[in-house]
């Protein structure tokens, strides 16, 4: 087992991608820095927290990034969205069978907080573009930052999620929601409510993670393999069904207080044991339950 | 500038908007025929509910009124910030809105944003953001966060992201700094209905925001960076 | 931040043709570096930006042993630094070397 969640965004993409096999344009080398971070006498990483490159993945042509939250939390800047938007219009020109997003992060960077929303936004016009022409995009969530924010957002636009269950996906962070709106709202300090609240298990019940995997590289990898053939469908059919799928959500889930109640209403049988269950015992638990 | 006399000021010829709490959709009719208009008021915080309400929209006019140009006129305070909305996965939503709202551009209708009041942060960035051409009236507020706030939590002096924030339009709130990083193409002014029809017959559904924003010089990485990374060889 | 240099004459290990290397993160407590081959003329050239001033005494002596230990030759050595120890910055550095020296000439 090598952990995906203690691993850095490098040492994930070595090994996720085929040995041997990530190529990285615009490395640390080139030195694409922050200069809003430097010029705010705040230090700046060479590659801006982000790796961009191109590999295969059992053989097939990908391209993936990869968000370094040891880094500003993996927060998104005007050169780390920039070369995020530029991956994924390299995609529209070479067609690779994917494209991979590596996410962990807090969100936009408010160093430079315009530049961060806006290529954020960049972001997922440039997705949603790139899967229109039949490229999917899929994202891996497991590592220590989670990933919130606009990248939240991101996630949710593309073709599947692979989550951890270390791994937590959600907009606004436990700890934004606490400091504006109080304790008693979110206390970010319970560790089993945040993650019941926006960690892997809860996420793969709703339907919002396709996939759900050991803390494990490997387990990742195996993953993202088995996700290689799905086709992108941004249809109007597509659309209506996954809207009314969210309306039913609301409808159902809209009053319930926790989590607990969610998976209770769902039929899980002891909900409450939820949390504890290792990953492949959570999966024969809820298998044909989840949403 | 409040929402009916901004309809009145779009739409002179007639408008038919209906309001659902801070929801708002409806059409209005202009030069160029007839407009969708989807958006919300109140500085609404944009939660589940609302970005479903939206989605929903966007789909009931692809479906209704094939090609169909629509009108973003979202006010908003940012995501709505509770538990409850990050439980049932708020980001979803707003992720199917965005969706929504691609389904529509790449069935031919034009998509175009106008901030009237506030867009901030995350409701900014489900909405006006996603637009083909996104504008704000001139007193619109734009912003990811106060400047009092954004010290505290990056713990830099206030009065040093004050000073800096006279020169770079990188952090700081206000609609003059998006127009400057190219994400707001311009601000509307004198005769609204005729700045709507010119943004229509203007409008492209490519994503040149950041060109605008290296030609204005407010942003200058950004076209370089993606450009770098797309033929790095 | 305070930015800081150091150059060495002398190194034997020389490795024009390898690539670039980078470990480490600008984490709290943590740094990157980044050893490339550079024409320097025989020199090994250490720049550090660090967000902590005044621990240039501390850095040299660091970097002086570091140099003892993997005297590099027209290579530039880049260190982005956020409070590291200097034990967490000879581990990196090390790292860094040893990476950079492993590849295939």
Known sequence: MSSYYEASARERLQNLLDPGSFQEFLPPSARAQSPHLLQLETPAAFDDGVIVGTATLGGAKVLAAAQEGGFMGGAVGEVHGAKIVGLLERALDERPAAVLLLVESGGVRLHEANAGLIAVSEIMRAVLALRSAGVPVFVLDGGQFGCFGGMGIVARLCDAVIISEEGRLGLSGPEVIETTCGVEEFDSRDRALVWRTVGGKHRYLLGEAKEIVADDIAAFRAAALALLDAKPDLSLDALAAEHEALGRRIERFGSAADATDIWRAMGLENPEKIPVLEADDFRAATAGRRL | MDVKTLLDRLFPQNHDVRFDGVYLSGEGETSRGPCAVIGSIDAAPIGVELAFQMAGEVLRIVREHPGRAIVLLVDTQGQRLSRRDELLGINGYMAHLAKCLQLARNQGHKIIGLVYSQAVSGGFLASSLLADRCYALPDAEVRVMNLPAMSRITKIALERLEALSQTSPVFAPGVENYVRMGAIHGLWEGDLAARLVEALDAADSADLRRQWGQQRGGRLLAQDVSKRVRHYA | ?105
């Open chain 3, 1 to 105: 931040m305070e930015k800081l240099t150091y150059e060495f004459q002398g190194g034997t290990f020389s490795r024009p043709k390898n690539e670039a290397k980078l470990v480490g993160v600008v984490g709290s407590g943590n740094l990157e570096v980044l050893i490339e081959p550079a024409d320097l003329q025989g020199r090994c050239v250490v720049e550090v930006l660090t967000a902590a001033r005044g621990f240039g005494a501390i850095w040299q002596a660091v970097i002086a042993d570091f140099f003892a230990r993997y005297p590099l030759a027209d290579a530039r050595v880049s260190i982005n630094d956020v409070g590291a120890t200097p034990a967490v910055v000879s581990l990196r550095l090390d790292q860094a070397a040893e990476d950079f020296l492993g590849d295939a000439q």
